[in-house]
């Protein structure tokens, strides 16, 4: 029993909510009513004049406007002032004035936002329907004044009152919508970092086993442990990055933050098997790392894994067959640098400047996230060399494309 009785309030909110002009008729045809049965009761006193037809013809026009107090406020209101001061014009016998005074207090509840001119209209209003009546005692009048007064006191306090609780929503939907748009943002940074992986992913897998395709090619007639040996090697790499490649498309797939921050993040330490797989397509490969990580070092280890990934791939495909290659990890106080070089053929200044390509333009700009500073040339002598110092304070700036 008490659920149904809880229940039946909100049923006829959502109802009033849903049909408010049906709800502005209903309220005006009642308080219609209490006025006719008002004129009834109503025994003339001196001159004062019997209630009549044109009486009610005046209750009637006071319903008929009082409908639109939310629709027209201030036009509803008039005219039934207008109305009213009819009433007292003509001097009928009549109780309180439950129009005027409801129609005060919508105007002022429903006016707009132009406080002054509500208040200059309800002002105005109220003394016309109090001007025709200077036969009335002065005491009357001021508790006619004060009843209006009140009304609109009401009204106001009503009026501010919601006016709060529109801003306080307003602003709690402009909150959900830039906590909705921040989430969309980190989204769409962390599924461009994945996708800067995996072009990393691809371009070093295919590097690693084109170049061993290739030896197992040469050697397959006249060293074939050599070429099987070749062949192991581009299964591992196909492997290796066919996993990575797998576990980060399904991160693409997923909508909701919290899995992409399950995202894959490799460390320097995970540069042994980029450097073993170098070594094994026939370019040695030595790693040297100085110093120890530091917890706020995560984000720039995986920054400085992808770059050193990135170069010894291009180790791969340009340097030569006959080419060696190092890197060099040193961990220091408020950086990590990285280096990456080779003593192939490697590229010119020339091919540097006009490369097209996604490899030195995404180490660069992985670099340029977190401020640093990177170099990338043909060393004097022969060979290639790549040079990244990436600080630890600050956080990525913006999303490399």
């Known amino acids: 029993m008490g659920d149904v009785t809880i229940a039946i309030p909100a049923r006829l909110r959502r109802w009033s909510a849903e049909h408010p002009f049906t709800v502005d008729v209903l ?40 409908v639109y107090r939310r629709r027209a406020p201030l036009p509803s209101l008039v005219a039934v002032a207008l109305f009213t001061a009819t009433f007292w014009v003509l001097d009928y016998a009549t109780t ?26 309800v002002g105005a209003v109220v003394a016309g329907v109090l001007s025709p009546s200077d036969d009335l005692p002065a005491a009357a009048v001021i508790g006619i004044a004060g009843l209006h007064l009140t009304a609109a006191i009401a009204g106001e306090v009503v009026y501010d009152r919601r006016s709060r609780l529109d801003e306080l929503e307003q602003r709690a939907v402009r909150a959900e919508s830039e ?29 690693v086993m084109v170049v061993q395709a290739g030896a197992a090619e040469r050697v397959v007639a006249t060293d074939p442990d ?75 280890e995986m920054a400085a894994y992808r770059i050193a ?8 495909k340009h340097a030569g067959d006959t080419a060696r ?15 990456v070089t080779d003593d192939g053929v490697g590229a010119t200044e020339h091919d540097v400047s006009v490369a097209t390509g996604h490899g030195i333009v995404g180490m660069r700009e992985r670099v340029e996230l977190y401020g640093g ?8 002598g022969g060979g290639f060399r790549v040079a990244a110092t990436i600080p630890f304070d600050r956080e990525p700036s913006r999303v490399a494309r």
Request: hydrophobic share 45%.
């Open 179 to 207: 906590r909705n748009l921040l989430a969309r943002e980190a989204i769409r940074e962390e599924r461009a970092r994945i996708a800067r992986d995996l072009h990393d992913v691809v371009a070093h897998g295919m590097s």
């Open 27 to 66: 309220i005006a045809l009642s308080v219609g009513a209490f006025s006719l049965l008002g004129l009834d009761g109503v025994e003339p006193q001196g001159s004062e004049r019997a209630p009549d037809l044109l009486a009610v013809a005046l209750v009637v026009g006071q319903t008929v406007s009082f």
């Open 373 to 380: 500073r990177f170099r990338a040339g043909p060393r004097p």
């Open 325 to 339: 290659a190092v890197v060099r990890v040193q961990y220091r106080a408020d950086d990590i640098r990285l280096e």
């Open 96 to 121: 309180v004035d439950v129009f005027t005074l409801l129609a005060v207090y919508a105007a002022v509840l429903h006016g707009g936002p132009d406080r002054t001119r509500v208040w200059r209209v």
């Open 226 to 300: 050599g070429a099987r040996k070749a062949l192991g090697h581009i299964q591992n790499a196909g492997r290796d990055a066919l996993t990575e490649m797998r576990r980060m498309l399904d991160l693409l797939r997923e909508e909701h933050p919290a899995a992409l921050d399950l995202a894959p993040q490799p460390t320097v330490d995970d540069l042994h098997n980029v450097v073993r797989q170098c070594t094994d397509s026939g370019i040695p490969t030595q790693l040297m790392i100085d110093g120890q990580p530091t917890a706020r070092s995560v984000g720039q």
């Open 309 to 316: 990934q990135e170069a010894l791939t291009n180790v791969i």
